[in-house]
């Protein structure tokens, strides 16, 4: 919690992005602003996976403001996934003590640090699903048949990964269950008929009520697959370099290299457990277990990641998450193939250490990129409401006041500037989520900087780039403020970038340049002069 609460700001690098939406949502559910957000904007009339974020961020600033509605949904996150994790491990083993603080490890990861708080909530959602799932195995009521659906639907609401994942599982810990009971009967051979069939047709039921269940949002998925069918059919093959960066674990490796000797002993202490594991399962022979349906999740997991490719329906960093996700059940596999005992109990103990030394450069990292974000929300007071704002930003990864890079792992300042909506409405046109379909929110053509701007996301490129005139000729929308993040004279020599340039300082003016010179705001002139009045001292307009 400290992570999330010493600083000013938790930056991610899609958060300040969710937090806009959310925001945007907000204000059309209070009716304010609707206009001015109606001209560029619409809300999306299906069901999606991946709202779940964006209408529990829309509802907590109802109450609270901005960020700390960010800090609350995140915190909600730790919450949710610590207990359900930590929930399946006892259940997995009740006798080892230390054994489940190695769920710490995994609070905080690449995909969080990404932003992707969805796929985040989902991975929490997904522990409680298969945690709802194996008390329904255990004994069928209204109940808990009735928790497993709302967990199901959650799951499926925060991202379509988990949900899908999450139905395997629950299938495989069926079948495992199944298995399990059938071996036993062949030690009670005189068991009665009417029990063995009362057994079967308790499985058949189990079989019933899990089709039913994942069925609705089956129907759904099905339906958002499809719109996304335009991406061409899954193609399966082997990556090789995948084998290689296994090895890394760099799921676990969040905002700077620094953090990448700390993971790599988590990784090896983790295979090591886990061959261990396997050979105490199997060294006797094979036997089914109540839980070897997680065992098959494991299974699956690796095989996403070793032939899926990267991109799938919309979304990226494929194979990253499937690494998560194999980690996740190689934690519940040694959880209950291991015995419980010193050696459980004292990997659970250093792989608190772990997270504690890992903990350390990242919060480090947070209190510069949070010091950054200041910066950034500092020009707010120079700008109006009711504007337009493009930012370009020439250093995602952040720039500290001596220069120095701040999160070489991850670019957390790809949207930091969508912290500024909060105490007046504005349009920021790098709004990249409302151009995928899929959240809540979508530009409208007419107006969609990803169309008319740029194309293929040109304006988060490095250098960025945009046609602010064609924009404007195009959509008849005036960009009042462009700011820039972290500029340097170096990118005049790129020849996309300098026709950009050109633009901006003769159609914009200085009206703001941070303390530490990372942020400068140009607004809009009332009339465009010359450009060879505003280029740099000695620079020609040939130059």
């Not at 499926?156 to 139905?167: E, K, L, M, T, Y």
């Not at 960066?245 to 620094?258: H, I, M, T």
């Not at 990249?432 to 293929?456: I, M, Q, R």
Request: aromatic letters at 16%; a positive charge; one cysteine or more.
């Amino acid at each position: 919690m400290l992570q999330i609460w010493l600083q000013g700001y938790f930056l991610t690098g899609d958060g300040p992005c969710h937090l806009y939406n959310a925001q945007i949502l907000h204000d059309l559910w209070s009716g304010k602003n609707i206009a001015f957000y109606e001209r560029f904007f619409e809300v999306v009339g299906k069901p999606n996976p991946n709202w779940m974020t964006h209408v529990l961020l829309g509802a907590l600033l109802f109450v609270f403001k901005g960020i700390v509605a960010e800090k609350i949904l995140l915190s909600g996150y730790v919450v949710l996934f610590v207990s359900g994790f930590t929930r399946l491990l006892k259940r997995l083993d009740s006798a080892s003590l230390f054994w489940p603080l190695v769920v710490f490890v995994f609070v905080f990861h690449y995909v969080l640090a990404k932003g992707f708080y969805n796929f985040s909530f989902s991975m929490a959602l997904l522990f409680w699903m298969i945690n709802t799932w194996l008390l329904v195995l255990e004994r069928i009521n209204a109940v808990r048949v009735a928790g497993f659906f709302v967990m199901v639907c959650l799951t499926f609401f925060a991202h379509p990964v988990a949900f899908a994942f999450g139905g395997f599982c629950c299938l495989a810990l069926l079948v495992s269950s199944y298995a399990l009971e059938k071996e036993n009967r062949k030690e009670r051979e005189e068991a009665k008929k009417a029990q063995r069939n009362g057994r079967q047709k308790l499985i058949f039921q189990n079989l019933l009520l899990l089709f039913l269940c994942i069925l609705p949002c089956s129907l759904m998925l099905l339906k958002f697959a499809a719109g996304e069918a335009h991406e061409g059919a899954i193609v399966l093959h082997p990556v090789k370099n995948r084998i290689i960066e296994f090895a890394d674990f760099n799921c676990l490796v969040n905002v700077s290299s620094s953090e990448a000797i700390l993971v790599r002993v988590v990784w090896f202490l983790l295979s090591g457990l886990l061959l261990y594991a396997l050979f105490q399962r199997f060294r006797k022979g094979f036997q089914w277990q109540r839980y070897d349906g997680l065992f098959g999740g494991m299974l699956f997991a690796l095989f996403l990641y070793l032939f899926f490719p990267d991109k799938l329906f919309g979304g990226s960093l494929f194979a990253i998450r499937a690494q998560y996700l194999w980690g996740l059940f190689m934690v519940c596999c040694i959880g209950y193939m291991v015995p419980a005992g010193k050696l459980k109990n004292g990997a659970g103990l250093v792989f608190f250490l772990a997270f504690t030394g890992l903990s350390i450069p990242r919060m480090l990292c947070m209190a510069s990129a949070s010091d950054g974000v200041k910066d950034i929300v500092s020009a707010e007071q120079f700008i109006k409401p009711f504007s337009v704002v493009l930012p370009l930003d020439f250093s995602p990864g952040g720039l500290d006041k001596k220069g120095a890079v701040i999160a070489d792992r991850n670019w957390l300042f790809c949207h930091a500037w969508q912290y500024l909506v909060f105490d007046k409405p504005l349009i920021i046109l790098d709004n990249y989520e409302a151009n995928t379909g899929y959240f809540p929110l979508v530009w409208k053509d007419s107006t969609n900087p990803y169309h008319h701007l740029c194309t293929n996301g040109a304006m988060e490129g490095q250098p960025p780039y945009a046609t602010i005139n064609y924009y404007k000729s195009k959509t008849g929308v005036t960009i009042d403020y462009i700011m820039l993040w972290c500029y340097q004279d170096k990118w005049l020599w790129d020849e996309h970038f300098r026709k950009l340039y050109k633009e901006i300082m003769a159609g914009y003016r200085l009206v703001y340049k941070s303390e530490s010179g990372r942020v400068e705001l140009y607004e809009r002139r009332s009339s465009p002069v010359s450009i060879e009045a505003v280029l740099p001292e000695g620079q020609t307009n040939q130059d």
